[in-house]
């Protein structure tokens, strides 16, 4: 399904129009490197972009779109589970939540995944430009108690913008060093 490599490997995951294009196109610097669309739910396949013969960036299908046909949305799930769980390369994921619409059901399915998976994950807050600090606050104390199950508690939330660009370095910054922490 997905070509092999044994490049650090880091996936973005998130419901239909959370703005994962957007801070893919931000953390690399590339304007079209991912399409940001318009319509919702069109991006229906696994994306690989390899950074500078180091890393690989994943952009995963957005899921949660309500006018998504069931079967489709069903083979969607299975192909980020399946992703998820046997990509051996795969360092970290990157789970983003709007902070406006803050975590739904189908999040938390993809939460179960990421359990499964035994991989290291961070929370990436998006268009956090449209909400207050009130909201914001609220929607990290939401994400710390829901995500109490983790045991390993290395649970990172970034509040990010791609219009003002808040939060994009320190992930570019939370990439490069585990890339670092990675090598032999
Ligand atoms: P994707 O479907 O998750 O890839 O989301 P896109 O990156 O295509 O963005 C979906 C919509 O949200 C677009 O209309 C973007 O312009 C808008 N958007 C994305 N990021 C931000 C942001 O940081 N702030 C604001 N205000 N809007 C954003």
């Known amino acids: 399904m997905m070509p092999y490599s044994n490049f650090s490997e880091f996936a973005f995951v998130g419901r239909s129009n959370v703005g994962k294009s957007s801070i893919l196109n931000a953390i690399t610097k590339t304007k079209?490197?991912?399409k940001t669309s318009k319509t919702p739910g069109r991006t229906q396949l696994i994306n690989l972009f390899e950074i500078s013969k180091?890393?690989?960036?994943?952009d995963l299908p957005g899921?949660?779109?309500?006018k998504v046909p069931l079967i489709i949305k069903e083979k969607l799930s299975y192909l980020i589970e399946s992703y998820l769980i046997s990509r051996s390369n795969l360092t970290k994921i990157f789970l983003l939540i709007d902070c406006k619409v803050g975590i739904k059901n189908s999040d938390l399915d993809m939460i179960d995944y990421i359990k499964i998976s035994e991989k290291e994950f961070s929370i990436i807050l998006t268009k956090s430009d449209k909400c207050s600090i009130n909201i914001k606050n609220q929607q990290i104390k939401n994400i710390n108690s829901l995500l109490k199950v983790f045991e390993k508690n290395s649970l990172n939330i970034h509040l990010t913008s791609s219009k003002n660009h808040e939060g994009i370095t320190d992930i570019q910054k939370e990439i490069f060093n585990l890339k670092k922490t990675n090598e032999i």
């Open 32 to 34: 079209n490197l991912a």
């Open 54 to 58: 180091l890393i690989n960036i994943v």
């Open 63 to 66: 899921y949660g779109y309500a």
